[in-house]
T-cell receptor, first 116, second 115 residues
Framework: EAQVTQNPRYLITVTGKKLTVTCSQN?????MSWYRQDPGLGLRQIYY???????DKGDVPEGYKVSRKEKRNFPLILESPSPNQTSLYFC???????????????FGPGTRLTVL | SQELEQSPQSLIVQEGKNLTINCTSS?????LYWYKQKYGEGLIFLMM?????EEKSHEKITAKLDEKKQQSSLHITASQPSHAGIYLC???????????????FGTGTKLQVIP
């Protein structure tokens, strides 16, 4: 089954404690992306990757890091989480660059992060 | 930057009623995605529109992109409780010049369907 998986689904942590949210897709997609969703602000892109070792900033990259060492994985790293990073996070992947084709963007189930 | 405004922000309808959700762009649309999100879950792709005047249907959901390509509407016929959720529109930026094209999302329309 084609899918994007994220782990963990729920996480409560404290300020400053480094954490990683994993994202994996089994569709051999080149493009992957991380979003955060906040009430009233909608879905905002954090980072994206067009292929292995190719990543770039989205709209709200501050406080986050990513890496793309393998095609299937795109982890999101919070080196020193702060309460304003409390949010619902989504990973997404698609075959090609979003907006340039009708390729569907598949979303993971989401990770609800609370930073105390 | 491009902004997408959705209306209404929330909607409560009785089962069996028709409804329409609108997505208006501040700039010309070069494509428009519609997604559905169950509360607290991931987004499910519904359909993508690219050409002015284009209309697509998926089961009882129909979406249309206007001729001027600045507004899209999503219409649900004979709504059912399974249609409840948050509907989001998304669009690539106006510029088609080189480089990555980021998708901008609307803030969503929350739909409740009362049995």
């Amino acid at each position: 089954e084609a899918q994007v998986t994220q782990n963990p689904r729920y996480l409560i942590t404290v300020t400053g404690k480094k954490l990683t949210v994993t994202c994996s897709q089994n569709m051999n997609h080149e493009y992957m992306s991380w979003y955060r969703q906040d009430p009233g602000l909608g879905l905002r892109q954090i980072y994206y990757s067009m292929n292995v070792e190719v990543t770039d900033k989205g709209d709200v990259p501050e406080g986050y890091k990513v890496s793309r060492k393998e095609k299937r994985n795109f982890p999101l790293i919070l080196e020193s989480p702060s309460p304003n990073q409390t949010s619902l996070y989504f990973c997404a992947s698609s075959k090609s660059i979003a907006g340039r084709s009708t390729d569907t963007q598949y979303f993971g189930p989401g990770t609800r992060l609370t930073v105390l | 930057s491009q902004e997408l405004e959705q209306s209404p922000q929330s909607l409560i309808v009785q089962e069996g009623k028709n409804l329409t959700i609108n997505c208006t762009s501040s700039k010309t649309l070069y494509g428009l995605y519609w997604y559905k999100q169950k509360y607290g879950e991931g987004l499910i792709f519904l359909m993508m529109l690219q050409k002015g005047g284009e209309e697509k249907s998926h089961e009882k959901i129909t979406a249309k992109l206007d001729e001027k390509k600045q507004q899209s509407s999503l219409h649900i016929t004979a709504s059912q409780p399974s249609h409840a959720g948050i509907y989001l529109c998304g669009a690539p930026p106006p510029s088609l010049s080189g480089g990555y094209q980021k998708v901008t999302f609307g803030t969503g329309t929350k739909l409740q369907v009362i049995p």
